[in-house]
């Protein structure tokens, strides 16, 4: 069974960078087919996706934080990282990585970590 | 960027109610609207997807309907562990979406 677990600096001060890595087990991360994304949810707020990666090194961002986010894999370790920039107090939050399965094309999220806390503050 | 909306916020129910929690997107996603269920310092659960696909080992009081822009999730017999938070997400285009979350609590 799949299992994705994250890990990082879960207090981040503001301007600086916050680093979160997801190790993945139970499936390799190189398997085709898939993407590997991270998410968001701050406190109160619905769930915001971040962006995702391929194995193959392929990614894409969602325009909001496009300009502040870098996501990487590292197929030898079986897991993935995400860092963001220039961080902020709005960027508290519990981050998750999850797996998207795609059907016709088209992704759902089907496996999940169990997410870790994040707060920007001085 | 696709907004999604959630009725209700909140919902009190009884163990073995039916419930159901609606979902409605700004633009037209054809069917690709999944549903998760969220818990506190748990993984969040993968229960729908492509809008009424149900995903692996979820149990079958769990069903979702819709296409277009409006969606339903529905919950017969309501069981202890099914309180929670719902959340519907669409994947008809990114940056993908999700709605404000239902927190459905035990009357």
């Known amino acids: 069974q799949l299992q994705l677990r994250e890990s990082g600096s879960g207090l981040v001060r503001p301007s600086q960078t916050l680093s979160l890595t997801c190790a993945v087990s139970g499936g390799s991360i190189s398997s085709e087919g898939f993407s590997w994304n991270w998410l968001r949810q701050a406190p109160g707020k619905g769930l915001e996706w971040i962006g995702y990666?391929?194995?193959?090194?392929?990614?894409y961002y969602n325009p909001s934080l496009k300009s502040r986010v870098t996501i990487s894999v590292d197929t030898s370790k079986n897991q993935f990282s995400l860092t963001m920039t220039s961080v902020t107090a709005a960027d508290t939050a519990v981050y998750h990585c999850a797996r998207g399965y795609y059907t016709n094309y088209v992704p759902h999220f089907d496996s999940w970590g169990p997410g870790t806390l994040v707060t920007v503050s001085s | 960027d696709i907004e999604m909306t959630q009725a209700p916020s909140s919902l009190s129910a009884s163990v073995g109610d039916r419930v159901t929690i609606t979902c409605r997107a700004s633009q037209s996603i054809n069917t690709y609207l999944n549903w998760y269920q969220l818990k506190p310092g748990k993984a969040p659960k993968l229960l729908i997807y492509d809008a009424s696909t149900f995903q692996s080992g979820v149990p079958s009081r769990f069903s979702g309907s819709g296409s277009g822009t409006d969606f339903t999730l529905t919950i017969t017999s309501l069981q202890r562990e099914d309180f929670a938070t719902y959340s519907c997400q669409q994947s008809y285009i990114t940056p993908y979406t999700f709605g404000q979350g239902t927190k459905l609590e035990i009357k």
């Open positions: 990666i391929y194995h193959t090194g392929n990614s």
